[in-house]
């Protein structure tokens, strides 16, 4: 998904949801310190414990790294690993398909929503796994 960094923004496929004055603190953080897991001090107070078993929310996603689980909740960072690896933001609806092996020519005609969109790419069930899947009944 590297290539969709420098991606025209100009809808909401396109386009990233807004976040909040504490969340751009907290991707700024993140990229200037070149970390992907927010320390529990930056974390809202009832994650700041070190018992609590959040470690992804707020989290960045590394080229690296296999990407997270890519939920309904991609467009905020307090949902997941959804900060976008180099960029101080979250994940655009068309970065989030990608990840779920959305094709490029696939088009979401009819989905009016920002929610609408995000809910159809996170609820899905990755292509390539779906593959697999037949694969293994036709065995």
Known sequence: MEDLAREHRNGIFTRPSRASDKNRRRM?????????????????????????????MYGRLSYDLPAATITGGFGSPGQGRFIHPTQRRALTPHEAARLQFFPDWFKFSGVATRTALAEMIGNAVPMRLSYVFCLELLV
């Open 28 to 56: 700024s953080f993140l990229a200037a310190q070149r970390r992907v897991d927010l320390p529990n001090r930056l974390r809202p107070s009832c994650q700041q414990n070190g018992d609590h078993s959040y470690k992804s």
